[in-house]
C-alpha cells in the first residue's frame, strides 16, 4: 500500500513539483508569542466561506430565484431530508464568517499587521469584507420571506438616498421601483455568479499575500530582540491547530444549526404594512443607525446625505491608514492610528447596540394599544416612502 | 396531581434538574472511568518504574478525589431534590420499584467514596501492591455504580413487557429484575461505559496540560499521547452502539428521528435529531481536536486547549442526555406514566372524575382562570414555562379563543394521527375543566 501511495506520489511530483511546496510549507514559520491565537481567525474565515459554497451548491439543488422563491425554501426547509439543516448552516456560517471577519480585521489593524509591505493585503482584506457584506445582503432576500423583503427594501433606501446616482443604483438593483421577483432574479444572478466571480480571485491574491508576506508581528514582539522571538514550523505545527480552530468552528456552527435553527417566517406580502422595528443584518445596524440618527436631527435629505457622507470618509481614513502609518518607526502616527481603530471599534459596537435597542423600543411601542405616534422617532428616515 | 406543584419561573423545573444532571454525569462518568484509568497509570508506571509518571498520577488522584469526592456528591443529592420536586410521582415509582436496587447502590457509593479516600492518602504509606488494590477495588465499586444506575434509567425509558403487565397492580416490585433488565439495559451499559473510559482521557488531559513541556518533554508527550488514547475505544465502538440502542427503542419513538430529518417543524418535533446530530458532530470534533492538538503536537497541548476539549465533551454529554430524555416523550417512564404524572392507566379516570379533585392544594372556592391555571400547573407546566423556555405566550399567540379550543380538543382526544401524540401527553380532565384551561390560555395572550 504505501509502495502504492509512494509510487502515486512521484508520479504527481514529477508533474506539478510537489516537493518544492512541501519545502516552502516546512521552512515557512508562524511567530508564536501571547497574540498568536488571533493568527487563526483568517482561516476561520476561510473555513465558513468554504462551508458556505458547499452548503450554497446544495441548496442551489432546490432553489428557484424568482415568483417560486418563497415556495423553494419552504420545501428545502419542510420537506426535502436535512434541507433545513443545510439552510440553517448556510445562514449561520454567513453570519460567522462576517463576524470572523470583524474579528480577523481588527485584530489585523490592532497588531499593525498593514504596515509595509502588507498594504496590498490589508486593501484586499477591506474589499473581501465589502464583498462578504454583499453577499450577505443578496442572499438574505433570496427567501422572499416577509422580514427579508422589508429588510431589503429599507435596506436599498440607503443607497437610494445618495443624490443623483443614488435612486438610479437602487432602480437598477431592484429591477424597478419595488422590490418584487425581478429583485430576487437579480439578486441571484449577484449572489451566485457576479460576486464568486470577483470573491474567489481575490481571495486567492489575498491568501497569496499571506503566504508571500508571512504573519506580521505585532509591535510588541518587533521590539524585542530576534533571538528571543520564537517561531512554530507552519507545517505541520500551525496547520495542526489550524486543523483544529477549524473543527470547533464546525462546532459551534453545528450547535447554532441543531439549537437554533434558521425560521423561515411567513411569505412577503407588499400588501401589508413592514412590520415595526425592521432593520438590516447585524452587520449594517451600524450604518442603519447612523443614517437613523442623522436623519433625525437634519431636515430633508441633508441627515442622509451627511450620515452617507461620514461612512464614506471613515472608510476612506480606513483604507487610508497604511499610508499614514507605514512602519514601525511611525511613532506618535502609530499611536493615533491605534487610538483612531479603537474609535471605529466603539463607534461601531455602539451604533450597532443603540440600533437594536432603538429597534427593541419601536417593537415594544407599536405592541401597546393606543394611537400610533407620528413622527420621525418611530420611522426610520432611510424608510420613509418617497 | 397529588402533591404541590414546583414552579420554576422562565426556564421550568426540567431544566433545573438538566443543569445539575448535564453536570453531574459530567463528573460521575469521570469518577467511573477515572476510577480505571487511575490503578492503570499506577500499574504502568510501576512496571516501568517511572518516578515522574507516578508523581504526576498522584497529582490527578487529588484533582479526581476533589471534583468527584465533593462535586459529584453534592450535584448527585441536587438530582435527587430536584426530581423529587419536579417530578413526584415518577420519583416514587422509582423508589418504590427499586428499593433493593437504591439499597446496593448506595453501599457501593460507600465503598466508592471511602476507596477514593484511602487511595489518595495511602500514597506512599502503604505497600505500592495494596495500594493498587485498592485502586482495583475503588475501580470495580464504581463500575458496580454504573450497572445498578444503569438498569434505573433504562427502565425509564423502556420498562418491557413484564413490567407493564403488573404496573398499578401493588406487585410492580416483583418483576425487579425484568425491569431491571429492561431491553434497553446492555446497549445503554456498553454506551455508558465508552463515554466513561472517554471522559478519563479527557479529564485527564487537563491534569497533563499543566505538566511543562519544556521542562518535562519525555513525561508530557507521553502522558499526553497515553491519555488522549482513551478517547479511541469508545469513538470507533460509539456508532455501533447507539444503533443497538436504537434498535431497542420503541418503533413510535425512533420515528421522531426520522420527523427531524425532513423538516424543522417548531420546538419539540425535532429537536431529537437536531440534539443527536449535534452529539454525533461534537464527538467527531472531540477526537479531531485531541488528534491534532494532542496526538500530534503534546508538547504544546496547554490548558486552553485542554478546556476547550473539556467543553466539547460537554456540548456531547449535554446533547446525548437531551436527545435521550426527548426521546423517551412523551413518557417520564416509557408507556407507564407520562412527562406530567398521569399514569397512562388513570387517563380514562381522570376523564371521567376529573383532574382538578385530585390536586388538594386548589382552593375550594376557585375562580375558573385558577381551576385553568390549576390545570397548567399540572398538566403542562413539566414542559411548558409561561413566558420563556417553551413559552405558552409565543406558543398561543396569534390563536384566538376558538383555535385554543380546538387544539385542546386535539390534545385531549389524542388520536393516532394526532402530530402532538408522539411527544405530547394527552390532555385529561372533564370539558368544564378543559374550559378553564383554554380560558388561562386565553388570558396569557390577551392584552392586559
Same mark, same amino acid.
Given at each position: 500500500?504505501?509502495?502504492?501511495?509512494?509510487?502515486?506520489?512521484?508520479?504527481? +511530483?514529477?508533474?506539478?513539483?510537489?516537493?518544492?511546496?512541501?519545502?516552502?510549507?516546512?521552512?515557512?514559520?508562524?511567530?508564536?508569542?501571547?497574540?498568536?491565537?488571533?493568527?487563526?481567525?483568517?482561516?476561520?474565515?476561510?473555513?465558513?466561506?468554504?462551508?458556505?459554497?458547499?452548503?450554497?451548491?446544495?441548496?442551489?439543488?432546490?432553489?428557484?430565484?424568482?415568483?417560486?422563491?418563497?415556495?423553494?425554501?419552504?420545501?428545502?426547509?419542510?420537506?426535502?431530508?436535512?434541507?433545513?439543516?443545510?439552510?440553517?448552516?448556510?445562514?449561520?456560517?454567513? +453570519?460567522?464568517?462576517?463576524?470572523?471577519?470583524?474579528?480577523?480585521?481588527?485584530?489585523?489593524?490592532?497588531?499593525?499587521?498593514?504596515?509595509?509591505?502588507?498594504?496590498?493585503?490589508?486593501?484586499?482584506?477591506?474589499?473581501?469584507?465589502?464583498?462578504?457584506?454583499?453577499?450577505?445582503?443578496?442572499?438574505?432576500?433570496?427567501?422572499?420571506?416577509?422580514?427579508?423583503?422589508?429588510?431589503?427594501?429599507?435596506?436599498?433606501?440607503?443607497?437610494?438616498?445618495?443624490?443623483?446616482?443614488?435612486?438610479?443604483?437602487?432602480?437598477?438593483?431592484?429591477?424597478?421601483?419595488?422590490?418584487?421577483?425581478?429583485?430576487?432574479?437579480?439578486?441571484?444572478?449577484?449572489?451566485?455568479?457576479?460576486?464568486?466571480?470577483?470573491?474567489?480571485?481575490?481571495?486567492?491574491?489575498?491568501?497569496?499575500?499571506?503566504?508571500?508576506?508571512?504573519?506580521?508581528?505585532?509591535?510588541?514582539?518587533?521590539?524585542?530582540?530576534?533571538?528571543?522571538?520564537? +517561531?512554530?514550523?507552519?507545517?505541520?505545527?500551525?496547520?495542526?491547530?489550524?486543523?483544529?480552530?477549524?473543527?470547533?468552528?464546525?462546532?459551534?456552527?453545528?450547535?447554532?444549526?441543531?439549537?437554533?435553527?434558521?425560521?423561515?417566517?411567513?411569505?412577503?406580502?407588499?400588501?401589508?404594512?413592514?412590520?415595526?422595528?425592521?432593520?438590516?443584518?447585524?452587520?449594517?445596524?451600524?450604518?442603519?443607525?447612523?443614517?437613523?440618527?442623522?436623519? +433625525?436631527?437634519?431636515?430633508?435629505?441633508?441627515?442622509?446625505?451627511?450620515?452617507?457622507?461620514?461612512?464614506?470618509?471613515?472608510?476612506?481614513?480606513?483604507?487610508?491608514?497604511?499610508?499614514?502609518?507605514?512602519?514601525?518607526?511611525?511613532?506618535?502616527?502609530?499611536?493615533?492610528?491605534?487610538?483612531?481603530?479603537?474609535?471605529?471599534?466603539?463607534?461601531?459596537?455602539?451604533?450597532?447596540?443603540?440600533?437594536?435597542?432603538?429597534?427593541?423600543?419601536?417593537?415594544?411601542?407599536?405592541?401597546?394599544?393606543?394611537?400610533?405616534?407620528?413622527?420621525?422617532?418611530?420611522?426610520?428616515?432611510?424608510?420613509?416612502?418617497? | 396531581?397529588?402533591?404541590?406543584?414546583?414552579?420554576?419561573?422562565?426556564?421550568?423545573?426540567?431544566?433545573?434538574?438538566?443543569?445539575?444532571?448535564?453536570?453531574?454525569?459530567?463528573?460521575?462518568?469521570?469518577? #467511573?472511568?477515572?476510577?480505571?484509568?487511575?490503578?492503570?497509570?499506577?500499574?504502568?508506571?510501576?512496571?516501568?518504574?517511572?518516578?515522574?509518571?507516578?508523581?504526576?498520577?498522584?497529582?490527578?488522584?487529588?484533582?479526581?478525589?476533589?471534583?468527584?469526592? #465533593?462535586?459529584?456528591?453534592?450535584?448527585?443529592?441536587?438530582?435527587?431534590?430536584?426530581?423529587?420536586?419536579?417530578?413526584?410521582?415518577?420519583?416514587?415509582?422509582?423508589?418504590?420499584?427499586?428499593?433493593?436496587?437504591?439499597?446496593?447502590?448506595?453501599?457501593?457509593?460507600?465503598?466508592?467514596?471511602?476507596?477514593?479516600?484511602?487511595?489518595?492518602?495511602?500514597?506512599?504509606?502503604?505497600?505500592?501492591?495494596?495500594?493498587?488494590?485498592?485502586?482495583?477495588?475503588?475501580?470495580?465499586?464504581?463500575?458496580?455504580?454504573?450497572?445498578?444506575?444503569?438498569?434505573?434509567?433504562?427502565?425509564?425509558?423502556?420498562?418491557?413487557?413484564?413490567?407493564?403487565?403488573?404496573?398499578?397492580?401493588?406487585?410492580?416490585?416483583?418483576?425487579?429484575?425484568?425491569?431491571?433488565?429492561?431491553?434497553?439495559?446492555?446497549?445503554?451499559?456498553?454506551?455508558?461505559?465508552?463515554?466513561?473510559?472517554?471522559?478519563?482521557?479527557?479529564?485527564?488531559?487537563?491534569?497533563?496540560?499543566?505538566?511543562?513541556?519544556?521542562?518535562?518533554?519525555?513525561?508530557?508527550?507521553?502522558?499526553?499521547?497515553?491519555?488522549?488514547?482513551?478517547?479511541?475505544?469508545?469513538?470507533?465502538?460509539?456508532?455501533?452502539?447507539?444503533?443497538?440502542?436504537?434498535?431497542?427503542?420503541?418503533?413510535?419513538?425512533?420515528?421522531?428521528?426520522?420527523?427531524?430529518?425532513?423538516?424543522?417543524?417548531?420546538?419539540?418535533?425535532?429537536? #431529537?435529531?437536531?440534539?443527536?446530530?449535534?452529539?454525533?458532530?461534537?464527538?467527531?470534533?472531540?477526537?479531531?481536536?485531541?488528534?491534532?492538538?494532542?496526538?500530534?503536537?503534546?508538547?504544546?497541548?496547554?490548558?486552553?486547549?485542554?478546556?476547550?476539549?473539556?467543553?466539547?465533551?460537554?456540548?456531547?454529554?449535554?446533547?446525548?442526555?437531551?436527545?435521550?430524555?426527548?426521546?423517551?416523550?412523551?413518557?417520564?417512564?416509557?408507556?407507564?406514566?407520562?412527562?406530567?404524572?398521569?399514569?397512562?392507566?388513570?387517563?380514562?379516570?381522570?376523564?371521567?372524575?376529573?383532574?382538578?379533585?385530585?390536586?388538594?392544594?386548589?382552593?375550594?372556592?376557585?375562580?375558573?382562570?385558577?381551576?385553568?391555571?390549576?390545570?397548567?400547573?399540572?398538566?403542562?407546566?413539566?414542559?411548558?414555562?409561561?413566558?420563556?423556555?417553551?413559552?405558552?405566550?409565543?406558543?398561543?399567540?396569534?390563536?384566538?379563543?376558538?383555535?385554543?379550543?380546538?387544539?385542546?380538543?386535539?390534545?385531549?382526544?389524542?388520536?393516532?394521527?394526532?402530530?402532538?401524540?408522539?411527544?405530547?401527553?394527552?390532555?385529561?380532565?372533564?370539558?368544564?375543566?378543559?374550559?378553564?384551561?383554554?380560558?388561562?390560555?386565553?388570558?396569557?395572550?390577551?392584552?392586559?
Amino acid at each position: 500500500m504505501n509502495k502504492l501511495i509512494q509510487a502515486a506520489y512521484t508520479w504527481a +511530483n514529477e508533474r506539478l513539483n510537489l516537493d518544492d511546496m512541501l519545502h516552502f510549507a516546512q521552512k515557512k514559520t508562524v511567530p508564536e508569542h501571547r497574540h498568536s491565537a488571533w493568527y487563526y481567525w483568517g482561516g476561520v474565515t476561510l473555513f465558513f466561506f468554504l462551508v458556505q459554497a458547499v452548503s450554497g451548491v446544495l441548496l442551489l439543488l432546490y432553489y428557484r430565484p424568482g415568483p417560486d422563491s418563497f415556495e423553494s425554501v419552504r420545501q428545502i426547509t419542510f420537506d426535502i431530508n436535512f434541507g433545513w439543516l443545510i439552510r440553517s448552516i448556510h445562514s449561520w456560517a454567513a +453570519n460567522l464568517m462576517v463576524l470572523s471577519i470583524f474579528v480577523h480585521m481588527f485584530s489585523v489593524f490592532f497588531m499593525k499587521a498593514y504596515r509595509s509591505p502588507r498594504e496590498f493585503g490589508w486593501w484586499s482584506g477591506i474589499a473581501l469584507l465589502v464583498m462578504a457584506m454583499l453577499f450577505g445582503f443578496s442572499g438574505y432576500l433570496l427567501p422572499m420571506n416577509e422580514l427579508a423583503y422589508f429588510a431589503t427594501k429599507v435596506g436599498l433606501e440607503i443607497p437610494a438616498s445618495m443624490p443623483v446616482i443614488g435612486p438610479v443604483m437602487a432602480d437598477l438593483v431592484r429591477g424597478g421601483l419595488e422590490v418584487n421577483e425581478f429583485t430576487v432574479q437579480r439578486f441571484f444572478a449577484l449572489h451566485v455568479v457576479v460576486l464568486p466571480a470577483l470573491f474567489v480571485p481575490l481571495l486567492g491574491f489575498h491568501l497569496w499575500l499571506v503566504q508571500k508576506h508571512g504573519n506580521a508581528l505585532p509591535p510588541s514582539e518587533e521590539a524585542r530582540p530576534v533571538e528571543q522571538r520564537r +517561531n512554530m514550523p507552519f507545517f505541520p505545527n500551525f496547520m495542526l491547530r489550524d486543523m483544529a480552530m477549524w473543527l470547533i468552528a464546525l462546532n459551534v456552527l453545528a450547535v447554532l444549526a441543531a439549537v437554533f435553527p434558521w425560521d423561515l417566517g411567513q411569505a412577503a406580502d407588499p400588501l401589508k404594512p413592514a412590520p415595526r422595528g425592521i432593520h438590516p443584518e447585524w452587520y449594517f445596524m451600524s450604518q442603519f443607525q447612523v443614517l437613523k440618527v442623522f436623519g +433625525n436631527w437634519l431636515p430633508g435629505a441633508a441627515g442622509e446625505i451627511i450620515g452617507l457622507v461620514w461612512f464614506s470618509l471613515g472608510m476612506v481614513l480606513w483604507c487610508l491608514i497604511p499610508l499614514y502609518d507605514p512602519n514601525r518607526s511611525s511613532g506618535r502616527r502609530g499611536r493615533r492610528a491605534t487610538y483612531f481603530g479603537l474609535l471605529a471599534l466603539f463607534i461601531l459596537i455602539v451604533t450597532t447596540g443603540w440600533g437594536y435597542w432603538a429597534t427593541h423600543n419601536e417593537t415594544l411601542t407599536d405592541a401597546q394599544p393606543g394611537p400610533a405616534k407620528a413622527g420621525a422617532a418611530q420611522s426610520p428616515p432611510a424608510a420613509n416612502p418617497k | 396531581m397529588n402533591y404541590p406543584f414546583w414552579d420554576v419561573p422562565h426556564i421550568g423545573s426540567g431544566w433545573v434538574i438538566g443543569i445539575i444532571a448535564i453536570f453531574h454525569i459530567m463528573i460521575s462518568h469521570f469518577a #467511573v472511568g477515572g476510577g480505571l484509568y487511575l490503578p492503570l497509570a499506577e500499574r504502568k508506571a510501576l512496571r516501568e518504574g517511572r518516578a515522574d509518571w507516578l508523581e504526576k498520577v498522584r497529582g490527578h488522584s487529588k484533582f479526581f478525589l476533589i471534583l468527584t469526592g #465533593v462535586f459529584g456528591t453534592v450535584s448527585g443529592v441536587g438530582i435527587w431534590f430536584s426530581i423529587g420536586l419536579a417530578n413526584p410521582e415518577g420519583t416514587s415509582t422509582l423508589i418504590h420499584n427499586f428499593v433493593f436496587g437504591w439499597a446496593i447502590e448506595w453501599v457501593l457509593f460507600m465503598v466508592e467514596l471511602s476507596t477514593a479516600v484511602v487511595y489518595y492518602y495511602t500514597w506512599g504509606r502503604i505497600s505500592n501492591e495494596l495500594h493498587l488494590k485498592v485502586g482495583y477495588v475503588y475501580a470495580v465499586a464504581s463500575f458496580l455504580t454504573l450497572v445498578i444506575i444503569n438498569g434505573i434509567l433504562g427502565f425509564m425509558m423502556m420498562p418491557g413487557e413484564p413490567w407493564l403487565a403488573v404496573a398499578g397492580t401493588g406487585q410492580e416490585a416483583s418483576r425487579f429484575w425484568q425491569a431491571f433488565f429492561n431491553p434497553t439495559y446492555w446497549p445503554s451499559l456498553l454506551l455508558r461505559s465508552a463515554v466513561c473510559v472517554s471522559l478519563a482521557g479527557i479529564w485527564a488531559l487537563v491534569t497533563c496540560s499543566r505538566i511543562d513541556g519544556e521542562a518535562e518533554p519525555r513525561l508530557k508527550t507521553e502522558m499526553v499521547r497515553w491519555s488522549a488514547k482513551w478517547l479511541l475505544p469508545s469513538f470507533l465502538a460509539m456508532p455501533f452502539i447507539l444503533v443497538w440502542y436504537l434498535w431497542q427503542v420503541p418503533e413510535a419513538q425512533r420515528a421522531l428521528l426520522q420527523l427531524g430529518m425532513s423538516t424543522i417543524g417548531t420546538g419539540a418535533f425535532t429537536q #431529537v435529531t437536531r440534539m443527536a446530530l449535534l452529539m454525533v458532530i461534537s464527538s467527531v470534533t472531540v477526537v479531531g481536536v485531541v488528534y491534532f492538538l494532542a496526538w500530534r503536537l503534546p508538547l504544546s497541548f496547554g490548558r486552553a486547549h485542554a478546556l476547550a476539549v473539556l467543553f466539547l465533551g460537554l456540548v456531547v454529554t449535554a446533547a446525548g442526555e437531551y436527545s435521550r430524555e426527548m426521546l423517551r416523550k412523551p413518557y417520564v417512564i416509557g408507556r407507564h406514566m407520562y412527562s406530567n404524572g398521569v399514569r397512562k392507566s388513570d387517563v380514562e379516570r381522570l376523564n371521567r372524575d376529573g383532574y382538578l379533585p385530585n390536586s388538594p392544594w386548589l382552593p375550594a372556592n376557585a375562580t375558573v382562570l385558577q381551576r385553568g391555571e390549576g390545570m397548567f400547573r399540572g398538566q403542562c407546566m413539566a414542559c411548558h414555562t409561561v413566558d420563556a423556555y417553551r413559552p405558552m405566550k409565543r406558543l398561543m399567540a396569534g390563536r384566538d379563543r376558538e383555535a385554543i379550543t380546538r387544539l385542546l380538543a386535539i390534545l385531549h382526544d389524542s388520536k393516532p394521527d394526532s402530530p402532538y401524540k408522539s411527544f405530547m401527553p394527552p390532555l385529561v380532565g372533564t370539558a368544564e375543566e378543559i374550559t378553564a384551561l383554554g380560558d388561562y390560555l386565553d388570558s396569557l395572550t390577551a392584552p392586559k
